[in-house]
């Protein structure tokens, strides 16, 4: 159980156009999901809180226009780097936050979306 | 400074045990966490703690949690080549569920 799943897994894309990453979680419903950008050996930064039904909560100095969250349903969360540029490319990876089953309020993560901007 | 803290590296032999350290700052913390990362992949859950507990024991895996000293440790034993990982604490700032990671501790396991 609690499995999260991103998609895709890679992409790679031209400057200025619009990419679309995806994050399910496939087993439980998750009514607040989180985005993390990683840099290469380095922690993750938190990006965003994605709330189902709600505005997304950007973290300080994330630019909410360039990073678009959309979480339309308890199982979908999407982020959308817009008009991408090559500083843009990193490795971005979601939690799903399932405070239901088990007895920990516990965060599952996706797989990661490796992202590359030309 | 940060809010957590982990050394960056540590090597050990395979079938040596490995302990991985934390600190953390934020005493109100309820839970925290050990996450695995492999190379190219997301963050796989480990195991959790309580903050009310001092230890949980999970097969190969023993977390111990000193409060006072804001000190969480991860202990792994008969560590195997496929333990080589970057391992992950976080805490749980009772923040909606965010999560405070640590600059993770990337793990070397020799043959």
């Known amino acids: 159980g609690a499995v999260v799943s991103q998609h895709p897994s890679r992409v790679i894309c031209k400057s200025g156009t619009s990419v679309k990453i995806e994050c399910r979680s496939l087993d439980f419903q998750a009514t607040t999901m989180f985005w993390y950008r990683q840099f290469p050996k380095k922690s993750l930064m938190l990006m965003a809180t994605s709330n189902e039904g709600s505005k997304a909560t950007y973290e300080q100095g994330v630019e909410k226009d360039k990073f678009l969250i959309n979480h339309a349903s308890l199982t979908l969360s999407t982020l959308t780097v817009t008009s991408a540029h090559p500083e843009d490319s990193s490795f971005y990876i979601c939690s799903a936050r399932d405070i239901w089953t088990g007895s920990a309020d516990t965060q599952y993560f996706g797989p990661g979306t490796r992202l590359t901007v030309l | 400074g940060e809010d957590v803290e982990q050394s960056l590296f540590l090597s050990v032999r395979e079938g040596d045990s490995s302990v991985i350290n934390c600190t953390y700052t934020?005493?109100?913390?309820?839970?925290l966490y050990w996450y695995k990362q492999e190379p190219g992949a997301g963050l796989q859950l480990l195991t959790y703690i309580f903050s009310n507990m001092d230890m949980k024991q999970d097969q190969r895996l023993t977390v111990l949690l000193n409060k006072k000293d804001k000190h969480l440790s991860l202990r792994i034993a008969d560590t195997q080549t496929g333990d080589s990982a970057i391992y992950f604490c976080?805490?749980?700032?009772?923040?909606?569920?965010?999560?405070?990671f640590g600059q993770g501790t990337e793990l070397s396991v020799k043959p």
């Open positions: 934020d005493s109100s913390s309820t839970y």
């Open positions: 976080a805490e749980n700032k009772n923040q909606g569920g965010k999560l405070i």
